[in-house]
């Protein structure tokens, strides 16, 4: 037994030990008498017991003590300032960008802040084909940011950070008023209670790795303020649109499953006699109707359905509106008390896909590496082309909820979060 089991174990003995010598006494209290011959003989082993026990824990609690003491004096360190400064020194990513390439430029110097402050393993390399150094983590987390700004889906899905490399997702298709899963039935006098079953189903997600890699000539690093914005930005904004297009369109494999190739997709037939291309109220009151969880969903469309919807009427009244702040903060608008967003990830005017109602708070299930995007930077690689290298790197998985759309409890029209309307050629 170790050490640590031991000495609980010596806490819990002693425990036990004086509740049972309390209960020889309450006993014979309750009984109005004195203790017996036995109960004396118990009581005096338990108190020599005690007293061997009370020494035995005392010991132990010294030696936990001196360890205790011990570890603090082996945390005492010298604290570099520069580890409070998420900047590491740098004013800007160009500012980074340059001390990386004076490092591998030939008579270059070796700029202190790429080392001091950053961990050895995972800031700076110096050899072979990890070469390279890692962007300080306000640089990184600015390129984050930039990932989730405006138009992002990844913010609006039940997101889950993770530090695996992969989750068990489960997930309950069962409805209250279907036949399987969790019940709830009257019960008559007397009778039987019937149980029901939760049914899950689970699924192994694994993170995919989303990437962006570039190269920058000298040229362009030599322009530091026009380097900065960028590096940050334009990464940022690369690596949303991919992150929008696998949730939107996304095939499953080695990257996240999209809801138009989910089998839980919704697709609106057009009207008998619909002319092509066109978008008509009778459409968007259909997929209306069909949305799991209207409360928390958002039309997405794309942006030449526009101009049909506002001039769109139901009884004379129009179920198109501008936001009431204006066009200048909600271009969109609002459709059957809904927002409405423009996407470039909607398909063109009579396509399937070209208006969308989606809910992913409620049915998109996504994962994401709990460390954000990761950033380097190296220069070695294209040393004789003059040339930067820059990677992001960004590690996440995501899949609808909802495996087919769920019938509902009277009716035979099917409802999901995802709702689009079919082709219209």
């Avoid at 066009?327 to 969109?332: K, L, M, Q, T």
Wanted: hydrophobic share 35%; net charge negative.
């Amino acid at each position: 037994m170790n050490e640590n089991k031991l000495y609980k174990a010596l806490l819990q003995e002693r425990i036990d030990l004086i509740a049972e010598g309390k209960q020889i006494f309450e006993r014979a209290e309750k009984e109005n008498r004195d203790l017996s011959t036995d109960e004396k003989s118990r009581d005096d082993e338990i108190n020599v017991r005690l007293e061997v026990l009370n020494a035995d824990i005392q010991r132990h609690e010294a030696r936990r003590e001196r360890e205790r003491t011990a570890q603090a004096l082996q945390r005492i360190e010298i604290h570099e300032r520069i580890e409070d400064d998420p900047k590491r020194g740098f004013a800007d990513v160009a500012d980074f960008a340059l001390a990386v390439k004076s490092l591998y430029t030939p008579g270059g110097l070796r700029d202190e802040r790429l080392v001091m402050g950053a961990a050895p393993t995972d800031f700076h390399q110096e050899s072979g084909a990890s070469e390279g150094s890692m962007v300080p983590p306000a640089f990184r987390q600015e390129i984050w940011e930039v990932s989730l700004e405006e138009d992002a889906l990844l913010p609006e899905t039940d997101n889950e950070p993770t530090s695996s490399n992969s989750v068990e997702f489960l997930k309950d298709e069962t409805t209250p008023w279907g036949a399987t899963g969790v019940q709830a039935r009257w019960r008559s006098e007397a009778s039987q209670m019937s149980p029901s079953k939760l049914v899950t189903e689970g699924e192994q997600m694994r993170l995919h790795d989303l990437y962006a890699f570039v190269t920058a000539t000298d040229q362009i690093m030599s322009d530091a303020p026009r380097l900065a914005t960028r590096l940050t930005r334009k990464a940022g904004q690369a690596i949303r649109y991919k992150a929008n297009s696998a949730i939107v369109g996304g095939t499953g494999t080695g990257q996240p499953l999209g809801y138009m190739k989910a089998g839980c997709l919704v697709s609106v037939a057009k009207e008998s006699g619909q002319t092509a291309n066109t978008v008509n109220a009778n459409n968007i009151a259909k997929m209306y109707s069909r949305i799991l969880g209207a409360s928390g969903a958002i039309w997405h469309i794309n942006q030449d359905v526009l101009p049909q919807l506002m001039l769109m009427t139901l009884g004379n009244q129009p179920i198109w509106t501008p936001p009431s702040s204006g066009f200048a903060n909600a271009p969109g608008g609002i459709l059957l008390g809904r927002p409405v967003r423009f996407s470039e990830h909607c398909e063109t005017v009579g396509s399937q896909g070209d208006i969308q109602l989606v809910n992913l708070r409620a049915g998109y299930y996504s994962i994401t590496n709990q460390g954000g995007i990761q950033f380097a930077s190296s220069m070695h690689l294209y040393f004789d082309y003059g040339l930067q290298a820059f990677r992001w790197t960004f590690r996440m998985n995501g899949q609808p909820f909802l495996s087919k759309p769920i019938t509902p409890a009277k009716g035979t029209s099917t409802r999901s979060h995802f709702v689009v309307l079919d082709v219209r050629a």
